[in-house]
């Protein structure tokens, strides 16, 4: 889990994405500068780093307004990585414009860096709130949660899956709004996605879509993701009522009885999460409709866990105004106090922004040479919404190319031995989520997911 700020050590990293908890909702308006290099920003600081990926606060040198600036040196990826990264950007372009999901402003990238431009959010992460809270009233909780569901909606029904929701990638906007982000483990299937084992299709679209990849957080992974087993849509939804649990309790929902460090505690988490039920004490003060939503939400098997429509017309969420909550037409429950945008006016931004400005950009990020049109490997990747002629989104061909040379990436064919294909992928999901070590003063508290050398 990713919170800023917060001088508590961490053990582990994850995906490119970092310190997402920077990120906010500021409000454009009118024609923006072309956003497609270096040069348009002033790199003020860093936010967070990782093994993979800085994150850095960035002020646009004609507008003044603020940007978080994700920067994804190129040589710290392994061969065929990059199909990570041109899919989170693919998923973000295209959900531009979608309540709840975090705004790609832009992206381009040179021969040293690829980088994503997204809104500049001061109010923090979820992770980050209830660190500070403890755990959430029902209210709070029910409000955070329809937020969070009808994000989650949006995705699938565009055949997304995110793989790696958790409170620490979910921000909150200047209207106390959720918005949910880190999509750098996301995937989305395609007509001709591959099936993985015939099962029915719980999701409405005529045909069921799985994948088998071990990614994402343990602490919120599926019965069946933690397996190994082929898995798909619901895996958001079960994180979703992990969270849901934790946020209530202030308890995680499962817990291993190894220290993470001990070679065995995923699998040790991973029998805890097939066979504990949740636990309610009385001094959780939960009542019999929400534990009931939360046993059914977090049902150990995938087909008796409620779908999202099932959701929504469950009691839990009979005082929701699903329009309203829709059209955010009131303040989420807690609300960020305001910040201000411009380092001209005295405020921690600006402090922060005169303790930095005798560094020159080039001194924090280290740019490479841009590409000439047809010479860019990635065409796809430079995207500005203020350029009428931005290349569409990144193909799926383009992203397939590099999982195909990627020599490093386990595939498993359908003739792969039942027992050897276990085999190797639970090696993967071991290395994957336990191979990256965080700054320790950036980020807080838990096991972060990691999505090197493992298949879309």
Known sequence: MNTVILPMPVRFMSTPSVSRAWSSKLHVTGSRPRLTSLKTFHVIKTLGQGGSADVY????????????????????????????????????????????????????????NFYLITPFYPGGDLATLLQHQKHFSLRTVTRYAAELLLAIEILHKKKIIHRDIKPGNVLIDNHGHLVLADFGLAREFTEDSALSEPRPDLHGFGRPYTTSSCLGTPEYASPELLACKPYSFEVDLWAFGVMLYEFLTGRDAFVATVSPDDPTWVDNLSAHVRCDPLVFH??????????????????????????????????????????????????????????AVTPTVESP????????????????????????????????????????????????????????????TTHLSSSTPAAESNSVKRHVLTRNWMSEVLVPTQLVRGVKSVARNASL
């Open 282 to 339: 009385p001094s959780d003060d939960i009542d019999p409709i929400t534990q009931d939503f939360l046993n059914k939400v977090l049902a150990k098997k995938r087909e008796k866990r409620l779908t999202i429509p099932q959701m929504k017309a469950h009691r839990f969420f009979t005082f929701i105004d699903w329009n309203v909550v829709c059209g955010q037409a009131k303040p989420g429950p807690w609300v960020p106090p305001p910040v």
């Open 349 to 408: 931004l600006s402090i922060a922004f005169r303790s930095f400005r005798h560094q020159k950009d080039e001194e924090m990020v280290s740019a490479g040479r841009l590409f000439k049109p047809e010479e860019d490997p990635f065409p796809t990747f430079t995207f500005d919404p203020s350029t009428p002629n931005t290349p569409a989104s990144t193909d799926t061909h383009e992203i397939r190319q590099h999982n195909k040379h990627d020599k490093n």
């Open 57 to 112: 606060l960035a002020r646009d040198k004609k507008t003044g307004e603020l940007s978080a600036l994700k920067v994804i040196p190129k040589a710290t990826l392994d061969p065929g990585d990059a199909r990570f990264t041109l899919m989170e950007q693919k998923v973000l372009r295209e959900l531009r414009g979608s309540e709840h999901i975090l705004r790609l402003d832009a992206s381009f990238h040179d021969s040293k």
